[in-house]
């Protein structure tokens, strides 16, 4: 499957400090987990702790696009 094939996801281009990197390449290794699902649960759990408001907003603009 190539990027053009991706419907629910979308490229992303970044670096970690090497720290994170390792903490993040150990915990894939322990669990079997991708890397993507586990950068995406530290990314909306940060967002949900630090700008729930926005997120909740941004959820009630998806849900009335869905009705």
């Known amino acids: 499957m190539g ?3 991706l419907k629910h996801r979308r490229p992303l281009s970044s ?3 090497n720290d994170l ?4 390449d150990q915990v894939h ?5 991708p890397k993507t ?3 995406d649960r530290a990314v909306e ?3 949900n702790d630090e700008y729930s408001e926005i997120v909740e907003a941004m959820k009630n603009i998806k849900q009335n696009k869905n009705d």
């Open 29 to 33: 290794r322990e669990t079997g987990m």
């Open 45 to 47: 759990r940060y967002l």
């Open 21 to 24: 990197f390792e903490y993040l």
């Open 37 to 39: 699902r586990l950068l």
């Open 3 to 5: 990027i053009r094939d």
């Open 15 to 17: 670096t970690l400090r």
